[in-house]
């Protein structure tokens, strides 16, 4: 997968990983992500770097629900200078529920990823990664999810 530099337009390979303990630490003195990740430790929490950095760009808490075939996306941020208008690099977020998309089809659960977005995120949930609307949440499934996982992980079904 790449992340975009939105100065230059290079791309550049990045991975994801699960979070380990070290890194929440490193999360809460950093002053570079909002909200409390130690809160989401119970979940399946993971990271988004370049490959052969140390840096974390972004964060996805995500909750299985086995009984309804589903990943849940409980909490996602990209780091502080890359949000927004003026963000550094581009992709983050895209990368990550691409991620959750590929496990959820990794558990059997067809691609079905659901979140409970702010009500002012719901449009750009929609139009940039495809998700429908079910009352209060959102969801992509199946062709969505695959389009996501082509487009920002580069890997097809």
């Given amino acids: 997968m790449k992340l975009l530099s939105m100065r230059s337009g290079e791309?550049?390979?990045a991975e994801i990983a699960r979070m380990e303990e070290e890194d929440y630490n490193e999360i809460?003195?950093?002053g570079r992500f909002s909200f409390d990740w130690k809160k989401e430790r119970e979940n399946l929490v993971y990271k988004i770097r370049f490959i052969g950095r140390e840096d974390i760009?972004?964060?996805i808490s995500l909750i299985d629900i086995p009984k309804e075939y589903r990943l849940h996306i409980n909490l996602i941020e990209s780091s502080a200078e890359n949000?927004?208008?003026?963000k550094l690099i581009g992709r983050i977020p895209g990368?990550?529920?691409?991620y959750a998309a590929r496990l959820s089809i990794l558990y059997g659960y067809e691609g079905f990823v659901s979140l409970k977005p702010k009500t002012a995120l719901i449009d750009h949930y929609i139009a940039k990664y495809?998700?429908?609307q079910y009352g209060m949440y959102l969801a992509i499934f199946r062709e969505a999810s695959g389009r996501?996982?082509?487009e920002y992980?580069?890997?097809e079904l």
């Fill in 153 to 155: 992980l580069d890997y």
């Fill in 130 to 132: 495809g998700f429908s």
């Fill in 11 to 13: 791309e550049t390979e």
């Fill in 57 to 59: 760009l972004g964060l």
């Fill in 28 to 30: 809460a003195s950093g």
């Fill in 148 to 150: 996501l996982i082509a």
């Fill in 95 to 98: 990368c990550l529920i691409a």
């Fill in 83 to 86: 949000q927004g208008k003026n």
